[in-house]
């Protein structure tokens, strides 16, 4: 008898793809207002036009790439009041569930936590980009579900690609990783201590540092491109 059942564990070509396109998106390979051809693309990722059309069909909806009249898809630019949006967003969603995690925290939480950021802070030393996006994203997961905080998780989750796309700016800048591994340190310190209070000021003092420098990087980016 034939043994018809799924291995979940083995991904799609759509979903190769997926993955290869928005890595490439989120770190720059295709800059803002990059034209996505989609011969061009085919060539590059060794797969049908079908599979392109739908993975950039998915990318538009994750707000990475969208549709401009004659032109068709582009990557799509950063704009500053969105990104201001989105960290205001966060600020105020993780913030909440850091104060939430601190406070039924327990040892296994903690060593979880503390665990993934150690693998951050050496992925920051090797300078290791799309490991520290990797675990990052696992860092928040962790502190979300043992927030119990479900729904922020899922809105949180929705807005992934675009968050990448600007933690890929803010850790690509000089220093950023012994910055960040001290902002994170007190709000795991606050954690530990079953502080909420601390740990939600540490978490939102992160997000408006983390928002000032995506706005500075941003608006750098954009006076360059205006100069040329």
Known sequence: MHDLKIDRNVKTLRELTLDKLRAAIVQGYFRPGTRLVERTLCDELGVSRTVVREVLRHLETEGLVEIVARQGPIVARLDPAQVSEIYELRGLLEANAARACAEGATPEVVRQLREIRAIIEDAFEKH?????????????????????????????????????????????????????????????????????????????????????????????????????
């Open 128 to 228: 290791d980009l799309p490991r520290v996006l990797e675990y990052t994203e696992r860092f928040y997961e962790t502190l979300f579900e043992a927030a119990n905080k479900q729904v922020s998780l899922a809105v949180v989750t929705s807005l992934n690609a675009r968050i990448n796309r600007l933690r890929a700016l803010t850790i690509a800048t000089p220093g950023r990783g012994g910055e960040s591994n001290r902002e994170m340190n007190l709000l795991l310190d606050a954690i530990e201590r079953r502080d909420g209070d601390a740990a939600s000021a540490a978490s939102f003092a992160h997000i408006k540092r983390v928002s000032e420098l995506a706005l500075k990087v941003l608006a750098e980016q954009n006076e360059a491109t205006g100069d040329a």
